[in-house]
């Protein structure tokens, strides 16, 4: 039974709360139904996007990434409860750091965005706003666009999204940091990286702009796996 439960978040997608169960701190995750959506619609896309949020999540905890661990998983409600990771996240701390410090914290979300990519998962949502730095750790949250993928548009998209984020919200360190993150990125790639470096230059090139609306239409798309 639960101790303590509050608000703690409200997305396109679901609310958080954040709670006290047998004395650890928790996430409790919901994805809340859309008016636009059939209600058999709903119950599909929660089902399938709670499934695959704490597969992916589960899978990267096994490759040894810094991910929320998923602990109970209530499929048919749309529920998920995660670990709590306490830290700020890096859209508030990369402006103040020192270079060296910085061009470290890129290096690592490089690496395991890399592993991430190797194994086929694409982010969705890949902004500094979903990292945590906590203790010396960069965590990566907020898998709930994530999917699996063979095709490095999506491997693209998760770079273009961060690019894009960067020079919009921290413009004077986007291009350092973005150097920083490539050249781990590439190190730790398992494919081809230079695939993955010349679509994400071609993303750049046309002006394309993934919002996050449009990769949530995408989602919806794609609700059988």
């Not at 997608?13 to 636009?36: H, M, T, W």
């Not at 058999?40 to 992916?56: D, H, L, P, Q, W």
């Not at 990434?65 to 998983?73: F, K, Q, R, T, W």
């Not at 998760?158 to 004077?172: E, F, S």
């Amino acid at each position: 039974m639960a101790e303590r439960v509050e608000y703690f978040n409200k997305g396109a997608e679901a609310v958080l709360y954040k709670a006290r169960i047998l004395g650890s701190e928790l996430i409790v995750k919901k994805r809340l139904d859309k008016p636009y959506r059939h209600e058999a619609f709903n119950k599909v896309f929660k089902e399938y996007r709670t499934r695959v949020e704490a597969r992916i999540l589960s899978h990267l905890r096994s490759l040894g990434l810094n991910v929320p661990a998923p602990l109970v998983v209530d499929v048919s409600k749309g529920i998920l409860v995660l670990e709590y990771v306490q830290g700020v996240p890096l859209s508030k701390l990369v402006d103040s750091m020192s270079r060296e410090e910085r061009g470290s914290v890129a290096g690592e979300l490089g690496r395991q965005v890399a592993v991430m990519h190797s194994n086929r998962i694409y982010h969705g949502d890949l902004t500094l706003a979903n990292t945590l730095y906590s203790d010396g750790r960069v965590y990566i949250i907020d898998f709930g666009l994530a999917g699996y993928s063979d095709d490095v548009e999506e491997y693209a998209i998760d770079l273009h999204l961060l690019y894009r984020n960067l020079q919009a919200m921290h413009p004077g360190i986007a291009e350092e940091f973005m150097n920083h993150f490539l050249e781990n990125y590439r190190e730790w790639y398992s494919g081809v990286f230079e695939e993955v470096r010349k679509r994400f230059l071609e993303i750049r090139v046309r002006g394309r702009y993934v919002d996050r609306e449009l990769r949530k239409t995408v989602m919806r798309d794609r609700y059988v796996s």
